[in-house]
Structure formats: C-alpha cells, structure tokens
C-alpha cells in the first residue's frame, strides 16, 4: 500500500500539484485520470521520487520514504517497477538484454539465474520467441510488453506505469492493461496507472483518482464513475460521444 498526503510541487509561478493525498491499495490497478497537463506525470513522479514535492510525503508499507535516508530511499526504489510513457527502452540493447539490464543493477543474481528470470518475465507477458530482436524490429505493443517484463523483472512490490496504452490501438490497449490487472493480482503488486484513458477506466479501474488542474476532486471505482455527480469528471467522461451515448441507454433503461 502507498500512501501520499498533502503532496504540492510549484513549476516557477505555476502550481501544479495543489495538495493531493490518498491511498492506493495492493493488489488492486489504482488509476490517476485526468485531461492532459493535469499533473498526472509530475505527481506520479513524485511518489516515486524522481522529482520532490515542496511539500507532503509519500510512505510504502508504512515506510516514510520522502525525505529519508538513501539506504532507506533505495531500499524502497529496488521494489519499484517503473513503465515509462513511450516505453524508454534501450534502442542499442536486444529485448533480452532490456529485461535483463534491472537485474544487473539491481541483484546479485549470476547469469544463468538471471536468463531464467528474463525467460520467465518474457514469457509471462507473452514474448517467448524475442529475446534476440532489437527494440526497432518490434510493434509498439510488444515494446509495452517488454517495457512490463522489464518493470516486473526483479520481483516489483510497486509498479508505476505511465499512460501504457498511448499510441496503441485499441484491442492491444485491451491486452496491455489485462495484462497489467493479472500482474498486479497474480503478485499482489501495488499500481499505479496514470491514463487519460475511459476504456481502461472501465476495463481496469478498481481504483481510480480523477486530477483536475493539480487537485482530487472525485475518488472512486469503475462501478462509481459514470454516476458522478462531480461536474468537471462529467464533462472529462462525456467529451466523448460514445460515452455520451452509453450514458443515454443507461438513463434510458432505468427509468
Ligand atoms: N520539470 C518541469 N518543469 C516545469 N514544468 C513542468 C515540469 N514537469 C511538468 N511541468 C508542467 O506541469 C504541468 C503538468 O504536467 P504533467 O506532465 O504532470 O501533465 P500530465 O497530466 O501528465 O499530462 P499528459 O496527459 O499530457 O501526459 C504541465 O503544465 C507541465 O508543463
Ligand atoms: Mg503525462
């Protein structure tokens, strides 16, 4: 379980974080939704560390991790798995090698052992035969899927992904983030997603925290979302006419 309270982060005279906290449960895909520019990156950033809130703190397990020692900080940063918006993989590096590279960094664990682990991750998210391809000679939905084998490859606690299905189209959208549910149940990883995304709200969205210009204004679950009340999250969901529509039949069938 992380916890975050009162995290705030001012850009220059732009406050973009203005005083988030919550709770975001093992176990569980929790989601942080909100339009673009929202301060969905920089807080997700900022509970893993790579940028400090002016001010709040985060805990992991109860373990205060803003403002520790470093022991304590890496400690907690070797049980973080970390999906990048756009994937990040290393161009020069085989798929195999991509897996492989936090097992270096990050364990002691000698060659063989760490070929099992790569096998055993590649094959989880269904990439038996591409240990030897270069990242240029694969789909943007297998580079997710390596991006995820590499994040969970040295048995993440936490894992952050950050809008895994941009730029794929939507039925391996689908997969991705099943793939990502399963993972998270399977190992009882505690994740976090940030999307903008209404078909993974819906597929996905076990918990789900809705940004609006650096504040929470609404929390709840897939089953919650479309009765929301909250105007600013109404006008998010509905910009859609799809969503427009299903909210129409679902109006339509409870009177
Ligand atoms: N390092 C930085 N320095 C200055 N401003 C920043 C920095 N990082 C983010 N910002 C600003 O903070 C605001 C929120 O950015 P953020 O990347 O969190 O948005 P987002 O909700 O993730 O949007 P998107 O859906 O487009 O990815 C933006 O106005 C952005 O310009
Ligand atoms: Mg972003």
Redesign the pocket.
Known sequence: MIEIHNIQ?T??D?K??DGVSGVFEAGKTNLLL????????????CIVGL?KPDVGSVTFDGTYFTNSKLDIKQEIRRKIGMLF?GSALFDSMTVEQNVEFPLKMLTDMNKSERMDRVNFCLQRVGLENANKKMPAEISGGMKKRVGIARAIAPNCTYLFC??PNSGLDPQTSLKIDELILEITQEYNITTII?T?DMNSVIEIGDKIMF?FE?KKLWEGTRDEILDTDVKELNEFIFSNRLMRDAKKVEDNSSM
Do not use: R
């Open positions: 982060k850009f220059g732009k973009v974080l909100g339009a673009s520019g929202t301060g969905k990156s920089v807080l997700l950033k940028i918006q950050d809008e940030v903008h940004l650096g």
